[in-house]
C-alpha cells in the first residue's frame, strides 16, 4: 500500500470514508452501496496484488474499507448477496487468461529455441498465424489510440500507442524466427529457458558459469517472491478455497430454498383447509336457512288452509249472523 493509500485509510478510519461529503447530505456508507468493492468485502481486491507488472489491472477506483468488510461480515445477508460468486468469476478469469498466456509462451520457445536450422512449413504456418494475430491486435489499437486521441484523452492514446508498439516488437521476433529459426525477444540468445507453470515468466535454466550461476539464481529466487508469481499463486490458491466455500454456500442455499418450499406448501395447505372450513359453515349457514325457510312456509300454508276450511266458514257466518241481530236490535 503506498503512502497516499496509507493516509486515505487512516482518514476512513477518523472521519468516515464520506468525508468529502457535502454538507447536510447522507455520509452514512453500507457495504452495499456501489461505490465500496465487493471483491474487497468477499476476501481481498485483485488490482491491489500486480502493481507495477505485467499483468498490472489498474487501480480499483472502489471503497476499501476494513469497517465495512467487518459490518458485511457480521451481518445476516454475509455470503447471500452473490458477492463471492463474483469474486471467483473474476479471478477465475485472470487464472484462465494466464493459462492461455503459458501456452502461448510455451509454443513459442518451442518454436523459437532451436538451432540455426531451416524453419519446416508446419512452424512457419504457426509463426504466420500468430504474426497475422499480431498484426489485428495493432491495427485496432492505433485505430483506437487515433479515435481516443480526437477525443482529447492523450494520456489513454499513449498508452495505446505503447502497447501496439511493443506487440511491434514481438512481430519482428517472429518473423525473424521464421527465416532461420533463430530465438526472438526474452528468448535470444544461446542461453535454454523455460517458461514459469504459475505466471507465465521465461526462465533461464540449464547449466551456466560460477558467476552466471549465481545471477540465475539470484533472479530465480526474486522471480519467485516478486508480485507476480506470488499474486497468480495466491489467485490459484484462492481459486481452490473459493471452490470449496461455494459448495457449501450453494449447499446451504439449497437447504434453505427447500425449507422456503416446504413452509410455502404448509402456507398453502393451511390457506386451503381455511377456505373449506369456511365454506362448509356457509353450506351449513344455507341450509339452515333453508329449513326455517321451509317451517315458515309450511305454517303459512297451514294458516291457509284452516282459513279456507268449512267449519271456520259456518263458524264466521255465525258471528256475522249475531253481530247483525244485535244491530237490528238498537
Known sequence: MSATEQMAAMLNELMGPKRNAEIGS??????????VCKFFLAAYCPHEMFVNTKADLGPCTLLHDEGLRKSYRESSRFERLGYEKQFLQFISRLYDDMQRKITRNRERLQLTQSSNLPVDEGVKAK??????ELDEKINALMQEANDVGETGEIEKAQELVANAEQMKTEREGLKRSMIVGQPSGENSGAKPMEVCDVCGCFLIVGKAQLVEKRDVQQRIDEHFTGKQHVGFAKLSATIDEMKNRMKVIDEQERKNAEERRKRDRERDRERDRKRDHRNDDHRRRRSRSRSRDRRRGDGHRDRRS??????????RHDRDRDSGRQRSRY
Not at 26 to 35: L, M
Not at 127 to 132: A, D, G
Request: hydrophobic share 15%.
Open 127 to 132: 509463426l504466420q498465424e500468430q504474426i497475422n
Open 26 to 35: 447522507n455520509t452514512q456508507v453500507s457495504f452495499q452501496d456501489p461505490e
Open 306 to 315: 284452516r282459513s279456507r276450511s268449512p267449519s271456520y266458514k259456518r263458524q
